[in-house]
């Protein structure tokens, strides 16, 4: 594969080879970087000349017309030494890996022609690292760091990866540090490579990203300068809104064969000054979801009442002045229930003395009466039954035109 891409031609037509006792080209020591790299019996660095003895170099490394440039000089094992292979990295990484990664894929496009579709998927992910990683200096590397973790080990340092994929090839790649933030890191990329991407793989792609993207900042900054694809947050008031308002008589079933349990209402909206469209999607299988995690957390919820430590408990241990005093924190303590209210509530009376010692009550001592509340709990059925309402809803925004749609594809993705 190294032979169909031409990668040894491509990395030494970006990398600078000079060097007084260059034996080997970038892109050959680059080659054998990644022979090591993939082997089941990988080496280290400093043991790469011992790996390559036992590999037949004039097939894995010469096939590229790299004699040319050798002159008359053989390449042996010995060659590819750790020094040879650090200077190699080194100017890699000054270079630029992300610029390097994204030529190398241009060139793929262009010669192998297999990235079909018009969309590139854009997402990160986390990798968890072990070990005691000290706080670096600031000079311009990543950082092992804390940060909301994807594989759910908060309690690892970590970095994070960004891609974008067509047609699930890679055709970006860069590490970040461990507590970058999706919502920044989308908008820097899109501002620094997107036109790039652009110009090396076709004006007429749409970025595809997930609801990270969705913010005022990037869209008022990146929001017209590609064409982009994104999940709208249902933490946005206009969202909350358009989710409820469409009937689902004015949905519209998808064509495509694949989406038979979805359905479609498009609208319009201009969030952030930017024109787009709004697809309020309906799934079957989402509202199915949906509906069980709904009830699973009611039930849940109605566990927690029962616990001795729940604000329902506390209530029923704390003495009132009065009936109204009870029922008002009562009340309370209701609104700030999503989905269960008071179905009865009880009260009962305690005599006890004025003063709030403890003793016998004499028939001289003041005394005033407590109230003590007793509070059964019910589902809130019309409120469950309106959360059921938007269930299996969501919102995908394009600035993609209808006249610029194709219109399967786009309701594929």
Known sequence: MCDELNLIDIIDAELNNNHFNRKISSGQASVAIILNLLNVLQKPLMLSDEFMEIRPLDRLINRSDQMAILSENEITAEHFNQHVLGRTLDKLYDHGLEELFMTIASATFRKFNRFGSKFYHADTTSMSVHGKYEKGSDDGLIKLTYGHSKAHRPDLKQFVISMICCNRIPIFLSTLSGNTSDKAHFQELIKQYGQQVKAEFGQDKVFVLDSAFYNEPNLETTGTSVKWISRVPLTIDEAKQQLVE????????????????????????????????????????????????????????????????????????????SEEQALETVKQWENEQLYHRIDQISYQTVQKRADGKRGRIGKDTAIKTVYSIKIVIKPDQPSIDQKLETGGRFIIATNVARSEEHTSELQSH
């Open 246 to 321: 469409p009937k689902l008589a004015q949905f519209t079933a998808c064509k495509h064969d694949d989406l038979k349990d979805y359905k479609i209402y498009e609208t319009e909206s201009d969030y952030a000054g930017i024109n787009q469209r709004w697809l309020v999607v309906f799934s079957k299988g989402k509202l199915k979801r949906d509906k069980k995690k709904l009830l699973r957390m009611v039930a849940k919820k109605e566990e927690m009442f029962t616990s001795s430590h729940s604000k329902r408990n506390k209530l029923q241990r704390m003495e009132f002045e």
